[in-house]
Structure formats: C-alpha cells, structure tokens
C-alpha cells in the first residue's frame, strides 16, 4: 500500500485503521463475533486509535499503529514529494505556513 501511494504521485496520502462504524455491515459481523468491546462513541476518532471501542480480529493495535505511523512517515518524507510540495507551495506563496504547519505535525 505504501510504494502503491508513493508511486501514484499524488499530492497527499492518508490512511486509517479499519473501524467498524455503527450501521455498517462490518460493525455487524464483528460485534457478533465479540471484537466490539464498547458502544462509547466519544472514543470514535477516525484520525487516531479507536482501541476503545475495539479489538481487530488479526492484528494488534501496536502493530497497527506502527504500520500506520510507517505509511503517513514513508508517504511524506519521501524527497520527490517534499520537493513537489516546496515548489508548489513556493509558486503559491505558502511556503512558511506549509513549513509552520509541517513543524507543529505530530510524526
């Protein structure tokens, strides 16, 4: 998935991990199969972890996390796309905002 991303050329990437949302068939299927271990959708955010609401059936959050922290790492540190974002963001004169908000971007 991540060379799939890189090779696209695209001008941003983003992944996340599988969460069963409520009315979804897979929500469905997995709180049958007891994955789902709470209805707390406070918890719900699709841009973190959601280990609060619930168990994946192969992986472990751990090992998800880092593969998701690994794709969102390898996708924007790659020197083609840095380069592509500086001269876009040269020629539309957003060059310190981009930089500013890359510095305050948790990696």
Same mark, same amino acid.
């Given at each position: 998935?991540?060379?799939?991303?890189? =090779?696209?050329?695209?001008?941003?990437?983003?992944?996340? +991990?599988?969460?069963?949302?409520? $009315?979804?068939?897979?929500?469905?299927?997995?709180?049958?199969? $007891? *994955?789902? +271990?709470?209805? =707390?959708?406070?918890?719900?955010? &699709?841009?973190? @972890? /959601?280990?609060?609401?619930? +168990?994946?059936?192969?992986?472990?959050?751990?090992?998800?996390?880092? *593969? &998701?922290?690994?794709?969102?790492?390898?996708? *924007? !540190? =790659?020197?083609?796309? +840095?380069?592509?974002?500086?001269? *876009? /963001?040269?020629?539309?004169?957003? &060059?310190? @905002?981009?930089?500013?908000? !890359? &510095?305050?971007?948790?990696?």
């Amino acid at each position: 998935t991540i060379r799939f991303a890189k =090779d696209l050329d695209l001008d941003m990437a983003k992944a996340t +991990i599988t969460t069963p949302l409520p $009315g979804t068939p897979l929500f469905k299927k997995w709180e049958e199969e $007891g *994955y789902v +271990i709470s209805r =707390d959708w406070s918890n719900l955010n &699709l841009y973190s @972890s /959601s280990r609060k609401l619930f +168990i994946h059936p192969t992986l472990d959050w751990d090992t998800s996390e880092k *593969y &998701l922290l690994e794709f969102h790492r390898s996708f *924007y !540190f =790659d020197p083609r796309f +840095i380069l592509k974002r500086i001269l *876009y /963001s040269f020629k539309n004169k957003r &060059l310190f @905002s981009d930089i500013k908000h !890359f &510095l305050g971007t948790k990696w």
